[in-house]
Protein backbone atom coordinates (compact mmCIF):
# COMPACT_ATOMS: atom_id res chain seq x y z
CA UNK A 1 0.00 0.00 0.00
CA UNK A 2 1.00 3.64 -0.63
CA UNK A 3 3.05 5.28 2.20
CA UNK A 4 1.22 8.65 1.10
CA UNK A 5 -1.28 9.42 4.24
CA UNK A 6 -5.61 8.93 2.93
CA UNK A 7 -8.87 9.78 4.24
CA UNK A 8 -10.97 7.14 3.56
CA UNK A 9 -14.32 8.71 1.40
CA UNK A 10 -17.52 8.75 2.85
CA UNK A 11 -20.12 6.50 1.02
CA UNK A 12 -23.06 7.66 -1.54
CA UNK A 13 -26.07 8.67 0.05
CA UNK A 14 -29.04 9.25 -2.26
CA UNK A 15 -32.42 11.23 -0.83
CA UNK A 16 -35.97 8.58 -1.12
CA UNK A 17 -38.75 9.91 -0.47
CA UNK A 18 -38.76 8.16 3.04
CA UNK A 19 -35.43 8.83 3.92
CA UNK A 20 -31.11 8.39 2.76
CA UNK A 21 -29.94 4.88 1.21
CA UNK A 22 -26.33 4.19 0.88
CA UNK A 23 -25.47 2.62 -1.85
CA UNK A 24 -23.11 -0.72 -1.53
CA UNK A 25 -21.39 -2.35 -5.06
CA UNK A 26 -19.12 -5.45 -5.70
CA UNK A 27 -17.19 -5.91 -9.01
CA UNK A 28 -16.59 -9.17 -10.75
CA UNK A 29 -14.01 -7.56 -13.60
CA UNK A 30 -13.02 -10.31 -16.45
CA UNK A 31 -9.66 -9.31 -17.57
CA UNK A 32 -8.26 -11.31 -20.18
CA UNK A 33 -4.59 -12.62 -20.23
CA UNK A 34 -2.20 -11.12 -22.16
CA UNK A 35 -0.63 -14.22 -24.15
CA UNK A 36 -0.11 -15.70 -27.55
CA UNK A 37 -1.97 -18.66 -27.13
CA UNK A 38 -5.29 -19.85 -25.12
CA UNK A 39 -5.41 -21.51 -22.32
CA UNK A 40 -6.11 -24.99 -22.92
CA UNK A 41 -4.96 -24.86 -26.53
CA UNK A 42 -2.11 -24.21 -28.73
CA UNK A 43 -4.92 -21.60 -31.12
CA UNK A 44 -3.42 -17.64 -31.56
CA UNK A 45 -4.93 -15.01 -29.50
CA UNK A 46 -5.22 -12.62 -31.83
CA UNK A 47 -8.02 -9.99 -32.07
CA UNK A 48 -9.22 -8.83 -35.37
CA UNK A 49 -8.71 -11.97 -37.01
CA UNK A 50 -10.57 -13.57 -39.55
CA UNK A 51 -14.07 -15.29 -37.59
CA UNK A 52 -13.38 -18.61 -36.69
CA UNK A 53 -9.59 -18.53 -37.91
CA UNK A 54 -8.04 -19.09 -34.65
CA UNK A 55 -10.16 -22.08 -33.24
CA UNK A 56 -8.47 -25.34 -32.00
CA UNK A 57 -9.78 -28.71 -32.30
CA UNK A 58 -10.52 -28.45 -28.33
CA UNK A 59 -12.06 -25.09 -28.31
CA UNK A 60 -14.72 -26.49 -30.93
CA UNK A 61 -15.05 -29.20 -28.52
CA UNK A 62 -14.19 -31.80 -30.97
CA UNK A 63 -14.93 -35.38 -29.83
CA UNK A 64 -12.04 -36.53 -28.06
CA UNK A 65 -9.89 -33.62 -27.60
CA UNK A 66 -8.38 -33.18 -23.82
CA UNK A 67 -7.74 -29.84 -22.78
CA UNK A 68 -3.52 -28.95 -21.78
CA UNK A 69 -2.69 -25.79 -19.55
CA UNK A 70 -0.65 -23.21 -21.03
CA UNK A 71 1.56 -22.69 -18.07
CA UNK A 72 2.37 -19.08 -19.28
CA UNK A 73 -1.79 -18.12 -17.95
CA UNK A 74 -0.78 -19.79 -15.02
CA UNK A 75 2.22 -17.75 -14.23
CA UNK A 76 0.35 -14.38 -15.43
CA UNK A 77 -2.54 -15.07 -12.84
CA UNK A 78 -0.06 -15.67 -10.46
CA UNK A 79 1.90 -12.20 -11.38
CA UNK A 80 -1.62 -10.23 -11.68
CA UNK A 81 -2.32 -11.67 -7.67
CA UNK A 82 1.51 -10.40 -6.18
CA UNK A 83 0.64 -7.35 -7.94
CA UNK A 84 -2.72 -6.64 -6.28
CA UNK A 85 -0.80 -8.24 -2.85
CA UNK A 86 -2.61 -11.25 -2.70
CA UNK A 87 -2.17 -14.64 -1.58
CA UNK A 88 -1.16 -17.36 -3.91
CA UNK A 89 -2.82 -20.68 -3.40
CA UNK A 90 -0.50 -23.46 -4.19
CA UNK A 91 -3.00 -25.96 -5.01
CA UNK A 92 -5.96 -24.91 -7.48
CA UNK A 93 -8.90 -27.09 -9.43
CA UNK A 94 -10.62 -26.65 -12.18
CA UNK A 95 -14.02 -27.09 -12.63
CA UNK A 96 -16.93 -27.15 -15.01
CA UNK A 97 -19.26 -24.96 -15.03
CA UNK A 98 -22.33 -26.34 -16.76
CA UNK A 99 -24.63 -24.19 -19.06
CA UNK A 100 -26.42 -23.91 -22.83
CA UNK A 101 -25.15 -20.78 -25.03
CA UNK A 102 -24.53 -20.69 -28.63
CA UNK A 103 -21.32 -19.30 -28.06
CA UNK A 104 -19.92 -22.12 -25.74
CA UNK A 105 -19.57 -25.25 -27.73
CA UNK A 106 -18.53 -27.72 -24.87
CA UNK A 107 -21.67 -27.16 -23.07
CA UNK A 108 -19.67 -26.04 -20.09
CA UNK A 109 -17.16 -23.55 -19.44
CA UNK A 110 -13.89 -24.48 -17.78
CA UNK A 111 -13.40 -22.60 -14.25
CA UNK A 112 -12.22 -22.69 -10.54
CA UNK A 113 -14.99 -22.25 -8.22
CA UNK A 114 -13.89 -24.00 -5.23
CA UNK A 115 -10.49 -23.92 -5.11
CA UNK A 116 -8.84 -20.55 -7.01
CA UNK A 117 -5.73 -19.69 -7.87
CA UNK A 118 -5.39 -16.42 -6.22
CA UNK A 119 -7.32 -15.87 -2.33
CA UNK A 120 -7.38 -12.88 -0.88
CA UNK A 121 -5.60 -9.22 -1.79
CA UNK A 122 -6.69 -5.64 -2.06
CA UNK A 123 -6.35 -2.53 -4.33
CA UNK A 124 -6.27 0.98 -3.29
CA UNK A 125 -8.45 3.47 -5.13
CA UNK A 126 -7.61 6.75 -5.51
CA UNK A 127 -10.55 9.48 -5.52
CA UNK A 128 -8.81 13.03 -4.99
CA UNK A 129 -5.00 13.91 -4.12
CA UNK A 130 -5.27 12.32 0.02
CA UNK A 131 -8.66 10.29 -0.69
CA UNK A 132 -8.48 6.72 -1.07
CA UNK A 133 -10.76 3.66 -0.12
CA UNK A 134 -9.45 0.31 0.42
CA UNK A 135 -11.50 -2.13 -1.76
CA UNK A 136 -10.53 -6.24 -0.89
CA UNK A 137 -10.11 -8.77 -3.57
CA UNK A 138 -11.49 -11.87 -2.18
CA UNK A 139 -10.50 -14.27 -4.91
CA UNK A 140 -9.19 -14.60 -8.77
CA UNK A 141 -9.74 -17.68 -10.96
CA UNK A 142 -8.92 -18.70 -14.47
CA UNK A 143 -11.60 -19.42 -16.67
CA UNK A 144 -12.21 -19.80 -20.17
CA UNK A 145 -13.85 -17.13 -22.21
CA UNK A 146 -16.69 -17.87 -24.57
CA UNK A 147 -17.15 -17.21 -28.20
CA UNK A 148 -19.10 -14.17 -29.85
CA UNK A 149 -22.53 -14.17 -30.80
CA UNK A 150 -23.47 -11.73 -33.99
CA UNK A 151 -27.25 -10.37 -34.42
CA UNK A 152 -26.23 -7.50 -36.67
CA UNK A 153 -25.08 -9.52 -39.95
CA UNK A 154 -28.58 -10.25 -41.06
CA UNK A 155 -32.03 -9.69 -39.99
CA UNK A 156 -33.18 -13.32 -39.60
CA UNK A 157 -29.69 -14.93 -38.64
CA UNK A 158 -27.08 -14.94 -35.87
CA UNK A 159 -23.68 -15.72 -36.15
CA UNK A 160 -21.22 -17.38 -34.14
CA UNK A 161 -17.50 -16.53 -33.97
CA UNK A 162 -15.20 -18.77 -31.87
CA UNK A 163 -11.93 -17.22 -32.36
CA UNK A 164 -12.51 -15.85 -28.34
CA UNK A 165 -13.73 -19.01 -27.11
CA UNK A 166 -11.22 -20.80 -25.17
CA UNK A 167 -8.76 -17.55 -24.22
CA UNK A 168 -7.77 -16.94 -20.96
CA UNK A 169 -9.71 -15.18 -18.53
CA UNK A 170 -9.09 -14.19 -14.82
CA UNK A 171 -12.16 -13.42 -13.13
CA UNK A 172 -10.80 -10.61 -10.17
CA UNK A 173 -13.55 -10.78 -7.89
CA UNK A 174 -14.19 -7.66 -5.01
CA UNK A 175 -15.55 -7.65 -1.46
CA UNK A 176 -18.88 -5.04 -1.13
CA UNK A 177 -16.60 -2.75 -0.51
CA UNK A 178 -17.33 0.07 -3.01
CA UNK A 179 -19.34 2.60 -1.71
CA UNK A 180 -20.30 4.97 -5.19
CA UNK A 181 -20.68 5.27 -8.72
CA UNK A 182 -17.14 7.26 -9.25
CA UNK A 183 -15.96 4.82 -6.43
CA UNK A 184 -16.75 1.82 -8.85
CA UNK A 185 -15.48 3.70 -12.49
CA UNK A 186 -12.36 4.12 -10.35
CA UNK A 187 -11.52 1.40 -8.99
CA UNK A 188 -12.01 -0.45 -12.59
CA UNK A 189 -9.73 2.72 -13.41
CA UNK A 190 -7.19 1.29 -11.06
CA UNK A 191 -7.65 -2.27 -11.33
CA UNK A 192 -6.79 -1.29 -15.62
CA UNK A 193 -3.72 0.39 -14.87
CA UNK A 194 -1.92 -2.40 -12.45
CA UNK A 195 -3.32 -4.96 -14.86
CA UNK A 196 -1.25 -2.73 -17.46
CA UNK A 197 1.85 -2.03 -15.31
CA UNK A 198 2.47 -5.73 -14.58
CA UNK A 199 1.55 -6.54 -18.55
CA UNK A 200 -0.85 -9.46 -17.68
CA UNK A 201 -3.70 -7.38 -19.41
CA UNK A 202 -3.98 -5.19 -21.80
CA UNK A 203 -7.02 -3.37 -20.60
CA UNK A 204 -8.85 -2.74 -23.58
CA UNK A 205 -12.82 -2.38 -22.98
CA UNK A 206 -13.57 -1.24 -26.74
CA UNK A 207 -12.30 -5.03 -27.45
CA UNK A 208 -13.98 -6.41 -24.93
CA UNK A 209 -10.31 -7.67 -22.98
CA UNK A 210 -11.88 -5.99 -19.46
CA UNK A 211 -15.24 -6.47 -19.07
CA UNK A 212 -17.20 -5.55 -15.70
CA UNK A 213 -19.89 -7.16 -14.04
CA UNK A 214 -21.25 -5.15 -11.42
CA UNK A 215 -23.41 -5.89 -8.05
CA UNK A 216 -25.70 -3.03 -6.59
CA UNK A 217 -27.55 -2.90 -3.63
CA UNK A 218 -28.80 -0.31 -1.39
CA UNK A 219 -29.38 -0.23 2.18
CA UNK A 220 -30.06 2.38 4.88
CA UNK A 221 -27.44 4.08 6.82
CA UNK A 222 -25.73 1.68 9.22
CA UNK A 223 -26.65 -1.22 7.99
CA UNK A 224 -23.17 -1.51 6.16
CA UNK A 225 -21.50 -1.37 9.62
CA UNK A 226 -23.41 -4.06 10.75
CA UNK A 227 -22.64 -6.11 7.71
CA UNK A 228 -19.16 -5.07 8.71
CA UNK A 229 -19.90 -6.60 12.47
CA UNK A 230 -21.32 -9.64 11.46
CA UNK A 231 -20.54 -10.76 7.77
CA UNK A 232 -24.06 -10.87 7.03
CA UNK A 233 -24.92 -10.24 3.73
CA UNK A 234 -28.61 -9.63 4.28
CA UNK A 235 -27.74 -6.74 5.55
CA UNK A 236 -26.92 -4.90 2.70
CA UNK A 237 -29.90 -5.52 0.81
CA UNK A 238 -30.49 -7.69 -2.19
CA UNK A 239 -28.18 -7.34 -5.04
CA UNK A 240 -28.53 -7.39 -8.69
CA UNK A 241 -25.78 -7.71 -11.23
CA UNK A 242 -24.86 -5.47 -14.32
CA UNK A 243 -23.24 -7.56 -16.61
CA UNK A 244 -20.91 -6.73 -19.30
CA UNK A 245 -19.91 -3.20 -18.46
CA UNK A 246 -16.94 -1.96 -20.92
CA UNK A 247 -17.17 1.65 -20.18
CA UNK A 248 -16.27 4.13 -16.91
CA UNK A 249 -19.26 6.22 -18.01
CA UNK A 250 -21.50 3.50 -18.16
CA UNK A 251 -20.81 1.90 -15.54
CA UNK A 252 -21.45 5.16 -13.20
CA UNK A 253 -24.51 5.93 -14.88
CA UNK A 254 -25.80 1.85 -14.93
CA UNK A 255 -25.22 1.98 -10.98
CA UNK A 256 -26.92 5.14 -10.62
CA UNK A 257 -29.79 4.11 -12.38
CA UNK A 258 -29.95 0.69 -10.80
CA UNK A 259 -29.96 2.29 -7.46
CA UNK A 260 -33.22 4.41 -8.32
CA UNK A 261 -35.11 1.48 -9.34
CA UNK A 262 -34.41 -0.81 -6.30
CA UNK A 263 -35.27 2.46 -3.74
CA UNK A 264 -38.23 2.83 -5.71
CA UNK A 265 -39.27 -0.54 -5.58
CA UNK A 266 -38.41 -0.69 -1.46
CA UNK A 267 -40.09 2.50 -1.46
CA UNK A 268 -43.33 1.31 -2.87
CA UNK A 269 -43.42 -1.81 -0.55
CA UNK A 270 -41.96 -4.57 -2.87
CA UNK A 271 -38.72 -6.32 -2.84
CA UNK A 272 -35.96 -6.35 -5.19
CA UNK A 273 -35.50 -9.54 -7.10
CA UNK A 274 -32.00 -11.15 -6.88
CA UNK A 275 -31.27 -11.34 -11.01
CA UNK A 276 -28.86 -10.47 -13.45
CA UNK A 277 -29.72 -7.14 -15.98
CA UNK A 278 -28.23 -5.42 -18.76
CA UNK A 279 -27.89 -1.32 -19.06
CA UNK A 280 -29.24 0.44 -22.09
CA UNK A 281 -27.40 3.70 -22.23
CA UNK A 282 -30.22 4.46 -25.04
CA UNK A 283 -33.04 3.91 -22.72
CA UNK A 284 -30.96 5.07 -19.49
CA UNK A 285 -32.45 2.10 -17.78
CA UNK A 286 -31.67 -1.76 -16.84
CA UNK A 287 -33.99 -4.39 -17.96
CA UNK A 288 -33.75 -7.99 -16.60
CA UNK A 289 -31.68 -10.36 -18.18
CA UNK A 290 -32.26 -13.58 -16.44
CA UNK A 291 -33.58 -14.34 -12.72
CA UNK A 292 -29.60 -14.40 -10.68
CA UNK A 293 -28.31 -18.15 -10.75
CA UNK A 294 -26.59 -19.56 -7.74
CA UNK A 295 -23.43 -22.08 -8.05
CA UNK A 296 -25.80 -25.26 -7.81
CA UNK A 297 -27.90 -23.87 -10.72
CA UNK A 298 -24.69 -24.56 -12.61
CA UNK A 299 -24.07 -27.98 -11.22
CA UNK A 300 -20.23 -27.61 -10.87
CA UNK A 301 -17.99 -30.32 -10.29
CA UNK A 302 -13.74 -30.69 -10.62
CA UNK A 303 -13.30 -30.78 -14.39
CA UNK A 304 -12.15 -34.83 -14.87
CA UNK A 305 -9.82 -33.91 -17.51
CA UNK A 306 -7.66 -31.40 -15.87
CA UNK A 307 -5.50 -32.65 -13.01
CA UNK A 308 -5.40 -30.34 -9.70
CA UNK A 309 -2.84 -27.62 -10.20
CA UNK A 310 0.16 -27.44 -8.20
CA UNK A 311 2.60 -24.70 -8.26
CA UNK A 312 5.54 -24.66 -6.72
CA UNK A 313 6.79 -21.51 -4.11
CA UNK A 314 10.18 -21.25 -5.99
CA UNK A 315 8.14 -20.07 -9.16
CA UNK A 316 6.04 -17.50 -6.94
CA UNK A 317 9.17 -16.44 -6.38
CA UNK A 318 10.88 -16.21 -9.37
CA UNK A 319 7.42 -14.14 -10.32
CA UNK A 320 7.43 -12.11 -7.33
CA UNK A 321 11.06 -11.01 -8.10
CA UNK A 322 10.63 -9.74 -11.48
CA UNK A 323 7.51 -7.25 -10.94
CA UNK A 324 8.01 -4.33 -11.73
CA UNK A 325 7.42 -1.18 -9.65
CA UNK A 326 3.66 -0.28 -9.79
CA UNK A 327 1.59 3.17 -9.73
CA UNK A 328 1.15 3.71 -6.03
CA UNK A 329 4.93 2.79 -5.27
CA UNK A 330 5.95 5.13 -8.29
CA UNK A 331 3.42 7.55 -7.18
CA UNK A 332 4.88 7.66 -4.06
CA UNK A 333 8.56 7.90 -5.19
CA UNK A 334 8.13 10.90 -7.31
CA UNK A 335 5.99 12.66 -4.73
CA UNK A 336 9.26 11.91 -2.70
CA UNK A 337 12.05 11.66 -4.91
CA UNK A 338 11.08 14.88 -7.10
CA UNK A 339 9.14 17.35 -5.00
CA UNK A 340 6.17 17.33 -7.30
CA UNK A 341 2.41 17.50 -5.98
CA UNK A 342 0.33 13.84 -5.74
CA UNK A 343 -1.64 15.16 -8.28
CA UNK A 344 1.30 15.51 -11.05
CA UNK A 345 2.28 12.49 -9.83
CA UNK A 346 -0.94 10.36 -10.22
CA UNK A 347 -0.88 12.16 -13.47
CA UNK A 348 2.57 10.92 -14.53
CA UNK A 349 2.16 7.19 -13.17
CA UNK A 350 -1.04 7.01 -15.18
CA UNK A 351 0.46 4.20 -17.81
CA UNK A 352 3.67 3.04 -18.12
CA UNK A 353 4.23 5.30 -20.92
CA UNK A 354 3.93 8.24 -19.20
CA UNK A 355 5.89 7.53 -16.48
CA UNK A 356 9.04 6.03 -18.45
CA UNK A 357 8.68 9.53 -20.74
CA UNK A 358 8.93 11.90 -17.50
CA UNK A 359 11.80 9.73 -15.94
CA UNK A 360 13.93 10.10 -19.46
CA UNK A 361 13.10 14.10 -19.93
CA UNK A 362 13.72 14.50 -15.47
CA UNK A 363 17.16 12.15 -15.93
CA UNK A 364 19.46 15.16 -14.84
CA UNK A 365 17.60 17.83 -14.80
CA UNK A 366 14.94 19.56 -11.87
CA UNK A 367 12.37 17.16 -11.43
CA UNK A 368 9.74 19.40 -10.41
CA UNK A 369 10.40 21.52 -14.21
CA UNK A 370 10.12 18.52 -15.89
CA UNK A 371 6.86 17.23 -14.47
CA UNK A 372 5.75 20.98 -15.06
CA UNK A 373 7.05 20.92 -19.23
CA UNK A 374 5.35 16.92 -19.39
CA UNK A 375 2.16 17.95 -18.22
CA UNK A 376 1.43 20.93 -18.80
CA UNK A 377 3.13 21.99 -22.30
CA UNK A 378 3.77 18.50 -23.62
CA UNK A 379 0.42 16.80 -22.54
CA UNK A 380 -1.35 19.79 -23.05
CA UNK A 381 -0.34 20.23 -26.65
CA UNK A 382 -0.92 16.37 -27.13
CA UNK A 383 -4.43 16.78 -25.77
CA UNK A 384 -5.28 20.12 -28.47
CA UNK A 385 -3.61 17.84 -30.99
CA UNK A 386 -5.25 14.87 -30.46
CA UNK A 387 -2.31 13.22 -30.53
CA UNK A 388 -1.04 10.10 -28.73
CA UNK A 389 2.19 9.97 -27.04
CA UNK A 390 4.10 7.72 -28.92
CA UNK A 391 3.15 10.40 -31.60
CA UNK A 392 4.42 13.04 -30.18
CA UNK A 393 6.51 14.85 -32.37
CA UNK A 394 8.73 16.18 -29.26
CA UNK A 395 10.61 12.93 -27.93
CA UNK A 396 11.45 12.54 -24.23
CA UNK A 397 15.46 13.46 -25.43
CA UNK A 398 14.10 16.55 -26.82
CA UNK A 399 12.07 17.82 -24.31
CA UNK A 400 15.07 16.81 -21.42
CA UNK A 401 17.71 18.89 -23.73
CA UNK A 402 15.14 22.00 -23.70
CA UNK A 403 14.54 21.79 -19.76
CA UNK A 404 18.10 21.27 -19.04
CA UNK A 405 18.71 24.10 -21.16
CA UNK A 406 16.10 26.41 -18.70
CA UNK A 407 18.14 24.42 -15.62
CA UNK A 408 21.34 26.11 -16.82
CA UNK A 409 20.21 29.38 -17.46
CA UNK A 410 21.07 29.08 -21.01
CA UNK A 411 17.43 30.10 -21.78
CA UNK A 412 14.22 31.63 -19.84
CA UNK A 413 10.85 30.11 -19.71
CA UNK A 414 9.86 32.27 -22.37
CA UNK A 415 12.95 31.44 -25.00
CA UNK A 416 11.75 27.89 -23.62
CA UNK A 417 8.21 27.89 -25.15
CA UNK A 418 9.17 29.33 -28.27
CA UNK A 419 11.90 26.37 -28.76
CA UNK A 420 9.14 24.40 -27.91
CA UNK A 421 7.38 25.14 -30.69
CA UNK A 422 10.16 25.64 -32.95
CA UNK A 423 11.32 21.72 -32.09
CA UNK A 424 7.35 20.42 -31.95
CA UNK A 425 6.51 21.94 -36.15
CA UNK A 426 10.49 20.98 -37.27
CA UNK A 427 12.63 18.85 -35.21
CA UNK A 428 16.10 19.23 -34.22
CA UNK A 429 18.29 19.27 -31.40
CA UNK A 430 17.15 21.94 -28.80
CA UNK A 431 20.83 23.06 -28.00
CA UNK A 432 21.44 23.70 -31.82
CA UNK A 433 18.94 25.35 -32.42
CA UNK A 434 19.61 27.69 -30.02
CA UNK A 435 23.05 28.39 -30.77
CA UNK A 436 22.24 28.68 -34.04
CA UNK A 437 19.32 31.06 -34.40
CA UNK A 438 20.73 33.24 -31.39
CA UNK A 439 18.36 32.42 -28.86
CA UNK A 440 20.56 32.30 -25.68
CA UNK A 441 19.51 34.06 -22.73
CA UNK A 442 21.70 37.62 -22.20
CA UNK A 443 23.34 37.53 -18.93
CA UNK A 444 26.10 39.65 -19.53
CA UNK A 445 24.80 42.57 -16.72
CA UNK A 446 26.78 44.95 -18.21
CA UNK A 447 24.38 44.76 -21.51
CA UNK A 448 21.38 44.44 -18.98
CA UNK A 449 22.54 47.32 -17.10
CA UNK A 450 22.59 49.34 -20.79
CA UNK A 451 19.49 48.70 -21.43
CA UNK A 452 17.88 49.13 -18.35
CA UNK A 453 19.52 52.61 -18.28
CA UNK A 454 18.32 53.46 -21.69
CA UNK A 455 14.78 52.31 -20.92
CA UNK A 456 15.05 54.80 -17.63
CA UNK A 457 16.34 57.28 -19.21
CA UNK A 458 13.67 57.60 -22.45
CA UNK A 459 10.94 57.63 -19.26
CA UNK A 460 11.80 60.22 -16.49
CA UNK A 461 7.87 60.12 -16.24
CA UNK A 462 7.77 56.28 -15.76
CA UNK A 463 10.78 56.84 -13.08
CA UNK A 464 9.04 59.16 -10.69
CA UNK A 465 5.81 57.01 -11.03
CA UNK A 466 7.66 54.02 -10.21
CA UNK A 467 9.59 55.75 -7.18
CA UNK A 468 6.53 56.61 -5.60
CA UNK A 469 4.81 53.21 -6.21
CA UNK A 470 7.37 50.41 -6.51
CA UNK A 471 5.17 47.79 -7.72
CA UNK A 472 5.16 49.80 -11.08
CA UNK A 473 9.24 48.83 -11.74
CA UNK A 474 7.21 45.82 -13.48
CA UNK A 475 6.75 48.13 -16.52
CA UNK A 476 10.27 48.56 -16.59
CA UNK A 477 11.18 44.96 -16.53
CA UNK A 478 9.08 44.15 -19.38
CA UNK A 479 10.19 46.91 -21.88
CA UNK A 480 13.93 45.72 -21.25
CA UNK A 481 12.72 42.24 -22.21
CA UNK A 482 11.10 43.69 -24.91
CA UNK A 483 14.59 45.90 -25.75
CA UNK A 484 16.21 42.45 -25.57
CA UNK A 485 14.05 40.61 -27.39
CA UNK A 486 12.95 38.80 -24.68
CA UNK A 487 16.75 37.32 -24.18
CA UNK A 488 17.89 38.70 -20.83
CA UNK A 489 17.72 36.59 -17.56
CA UNK A 490 14.52 38.07 -15.88
CA UNK A 491 16.00 38.06 -12.66
CA UNK A 492 19.11 40.09 -13.44
CA UNK A 493 16.83 42.55 -15.43
CA UNK A 494 14.35 42.75 -11.94
CA UNK A 495 17.60 43.48 -9.73
CA UNK A 496 19.21 45.72 -11.65
CA UNK A 497 15.65 47.86 -12.33
CA UNK A 498 15.04 48.03 -9.01
CA UNK A 499 18.46 48.94 -7.84
CA UNK A 500 18.97 51.73 -10.87
CA UNK A 501 15.42 52.82 -9.30
CA UNK A 502 16.55 53.43 -5.71
CA UNK A 503 13.72 50.47 -4.74
CA UNK A 504 16.09 48.21 -3.06
Known amino acids: MSELSYETPKPKVIAGATGDWELVIGMEVHAQVKSNSK ?3 GASTEFGAEPNSN ?43 NYFYPDLPQGYQISQLYHPIVGEGEILVDMAPGIARNVRVERIHLEQDAGKSIHDMDPTMSFVDFNRTGVALMEIVSRPDIRGPEEAAEYVRKLRQILRYLGTCD ?41 NMNSMRFIQQAIEVEAKRQIAILEDGGEVDQETRLYDPNKGETRSMRSKEEAHDYRYFPDPDLLPLIVEQS ?52 GKLAANWVINELFGRLNKEDTALADSPVS ?52 IEAAVDEVIAANPAQVEKAQA ?16 GGKAAPQAVQAIVRAKLGLE
Not at 222 to 236: A, I
Not at 470 to 482: E, I, R, T
Open 203 to 243: GNMQNGNLRADVNVSVCRPGQYEKYQETQDFSHLGTRCEIK
Open 39 to 41: LFS
Open 55 to 97: VALVDAAMPGMLPVINQYCVEQAIRTGLGLKADINLFSQFDRK
Open 469 to 484: NPKLAGWFVGQVMKAT
Open 315 to 366: LIDEIAASLPELPDEKRTRFVTEFGMTEYDASVLTADTENAAFFEEVAAGND
Open 396 to 447: AKQLGGIVGLITKGDISGKIAKDLFEIVWTEGGDPAEIVESRGMKQVTDTGA
